[in-house]
């Protein structure tokens, strides 16, 4: 079946660094991969999608792109910011049986301290 | 504003008791799903419907029932069966039955404890 794996946390950076949550994935067929971004006490939003392969999703300064040949979607941000404290999670639907479904990584947390 | 909407925001029970959680959807979309979500553990599907009077088990249904009465509500019944109901329960909505692509968007969430 489908999985999603991504790097756990939590994560702490400082004002302005370089972000990279991993995301490697498996599913068979052509699954489309999503981020989505939870704040405290609340639900998810979606932050950016790719539906196929060498997309790139972005999104407020961040961005992930579909890698087929290494199942991968990392998710990226060149300068974070306090206001990016959050749970990412990484999720992939489609790709074989029930693929409406979205199936989710665990969620890395991450701290931005000022 | 056309959203989901979950309430309560906290619900407290005691063993024994069935509580119920509401979600209702303006987005007039198809299809409808109930996550829960455990610390640590990321989000787990509970059931799902894609159309309506229609709904189908998810992962972890067991001691969870729903009904799918109106295109826009999908309210989720935590039974007495259910071992372990603390969690924080998510709904969401898509707008199709069967695409791949879309996009499923989220309501604000219940949690719900246990006494």
């Known amino acids: 079946g489908n999985s999603v794996t991504q790097m756990e946390g939590p994560v702490t950076l400082s004002e302005e660094a370089f972000l990279t949550i991993n995301c490697t994935y498996t599913?068979?067929?052509?699954?489309?991969l999503f981020w989505y971004v939870q704040y405290p006490g609340e639900g998810l939003q979606l932050l950016l999608k790719?539906?196929?392969?060498?997309d790139k999703g972005s999104n407020k300064g961040f961005e992930a792109t579909y890698r087929k040949e290494t199942t991968s979607f990392h998710l990226e941000k060149g300068s974070v910011q306090v206001s990016d404290s959050a749970v990412y999670f990484c999720?992939?639907?489609?790709?074989?049986?029930?693929?409406?479904?979205?199936?989710f990584g665990k969620g890395t947390k991450l701290s931005v301290i000022p | 504003d056309g959203g989901i909407t979950q309430s309560p925001k906290y619900l407290f029970r005691k063993e024994g008791q069935n509580v119920t959680l509401s979600c209702e959807q303006n987005?007039?979309?198809?299809?409808m799903y109930w996550y829960r979500q455990d610390p640590g553990q990321g989000l787990r599907l509970i059931y799902y419907?894609?159309?309506?009077?229609?709904?189908q088990k998810g992962d972890i249904a067991e001691g969870y029932s729903v009904s799918r009465e109106k295109k826009e509500s999908f309210p989720l019944t935590v039974t007495s069966a259910q071992k372990n109901p603390t969690a924080f329960y998510l709904c969401?909505?898509?707008?199709?039955?069967?695409?791949?692509?879309?996009?499923?968007?989220f309501g604000p969430g219940t949690r719900l404890t246990v006494l």
């Open positions: 969401a909505s898509s707008p199709q039955r069967t695409g791949r692509t879309d996009t499923q968007y």
């Open positions: 599913a068979t067929g052509y699954p489309s």
């Open positions: 790719a539906t196929k392969a060498d």
């Open positions: 999720a992939l639907s489609g790709g074989g049986a029930g693929s409406y479904q979205l199936t």
């Open positions: 987005l007039n979309h198809d299809a």
């Open positions: 419907s894609q159309i309506v009077n229609d709904f």
